[in-house]
């Protein structure tokens, strides 16, 4: 029995659409790919996991996003949660750009957390509160769907998590506010060019760089009356970054 389920799980931060409000996520920190667990262990390592993401109801959200991380490699699983009137379950995707991961690994223990979330719910009077048409959450374990999701591949064996990053940035701008089966065709092979998420180190280089000069800016000026000896600290910082 693994108890791998509970690394990562370290936080689950809810966060919302900047370009359209009218479309909610939850960010989940990474987790790793479990071996099958029993049904006593499976109650027991919920509920050290479940405290990260008390008070937030996955279940209104429209999107669950979760990094996955096993065997140094990244992929992405996107939970989608639909509105009542759709009379549909959530789907899962997963979207691997090399892969290596075992999606039906992946699918059956989110799986799992889906039905044990819902479980809970249900015992604390909660299920009321959640966008899933009613008699689709009453059997919801036999209503949640998996997709496995082809998307453009990474042509190295280093790029899987600028790749999963890329995923995430490219899906929050273009996915509806809620998705459907037919949405399904904004993916594909030729969903980006890969080299645009390998560039990605690049752009975070950048913004890291950017960051930390200002950074060091604010600290000159507030121990320093002289402007010009913020902007020989910034110069010596982008000396010694080059």
């Given amino acids: 029995v693994s108890t791998s389920l509970t690394r990562g799980w370290d936080s689950f931060t809810c966060i919302r659409h900047s370009y359209n409000p009218t479309k909610s996520f939850c960010l989940n920190t990474p987790t790793t790919v479990a071996l099958p ?17 008390k008070g937030v109801n996955i279940f209104q959200k429209a999107y669950v996003l979760i990094p996955i991380h096993e ?18 379950g959530p789907i899962i995707l997963h979207l691997d750009s090399l892969g290596l991961h075992s999606s ?17 719910m249900d015992r604390e009077g909660a299920s009321s509160d959640v966008s899933i048409a009613n008699r689709i959450w009453k059997c919801l374990s036999r209503r949640i769907e998996s997709q496995i999701i082809a998307v453009p591949q990474q042509k190295n064996e280093y790029d899987c998590g600028l ?18 089966r037919n949405d399904l065709d904004m993916f594909g092979k030729r969903w980006f060019k890969p080299e645009e998420a390998s560039n990605l180190r690049v752009k975070i280089r950048t913004l ?3 960051k930390f000069q200002n950074s060091i800016k604010n600290k000159c000026i507030s121990e320093s009356s002289s402007a010009s000896c913020a902007n020989d600290c910034v110069e010596t910082v982008e000396d010694s970054l080059t």
């Fill in 71 to 88: 065997d140094l490699h990244w992929s992405l699983i996107i939970i989608c949660i639909p509105d009542k009137e759709d009379e549909s």
């Fill in 163 to 180: 790749f999963v990053l890329y995923f995430i940035e490219r899906f929050v701008e273009e996915a509806p506010p809620r998705l459907k």
């Fill in 37 to 53: 667990f029993l049904q006593s262990d499976r109650e027991m390592i919920f509920a050290k996991f479940r405290r990260w993401w």
């Fill in 104 to 120: 039906k690994s992946v699918f059956d223990n989110i799986k799992s957390y889906l039905i044990e979330e819902k479980n809970y």
């Fill in 208 to 210: 890291l760089v950017e």
